[in-house]
């Protein structure tokens, strides 16, 4: 299955750069999900690249950025600022990440499209890696 994350235009910079290996959720995915589709909020707005998943780790947050901090793509005060009050976080482990040539304007393709808060479950079947179906769940 696939899924449409929203990332941060300066997160997902990182993502496809290489220096941000792990995506930080304080929520994750229930289905198995192995490829996810980056949309970038605004001011960009559009599906820009996927990544495979190597794994998901849920852990404490100490113990997270522990396994992470090499790869975090984040300040360590940024992360302890997102998972304040959490008992539990989830790092997404990017196995290989690609930027589409063209950028999907998921708006053009979606009448009515409303970006995912945190993310959203997309229908494989109607999935075309080179020319991503928004076809939603």
């Known amino acids: 299955m696939k899924a449409l994350l929203s990332i941060k ?5 990182k993502i496809f750069s ?4 792990f995506e930080f959720r304080k929520t994750c995915f229930k289905e198995d999900v192995r490829v996810v589709l980056v949309y970038v909020t605004m001011p960009v707005g ?3 690249g ?5 794994r998901i780790f ?3 947050p100490s113990q997270l950025w522990e396994i992470t901090k090499k790869f975090a ?3 360590h005060d940024s992360f302890n600022e997102y998972f304040s009050g959490r008992d539990v976080g989830y790092a997404i482990k990017i196995k290989e990440a690609r930027r589409y040539r063209v950028a999907k ?8 499209f409303i970006p995912p808060q945190s993310f959203r479950y997309l229908r494989s079947e109607r999935y075309v890696s080179h020319q991503p179906s928004l076809a939603l769940i």
């Open 105 to 112: 304007d998921p708006y053009v393709e979606e009448p009515n």
């Open 9 to 13: 235009p300066e997160f997902a910079e």
């Open 50 to 54: 996927e990544f495979k998943i190597d």
């Open 18 to 21: 290489g220096e941000k290996r």
């Open 58 to 60: 849920a852990h404490d």
């Open 73 to 75: 793509g984040v300040t």
């Open 46 to 48: 559009k599906i820009v």
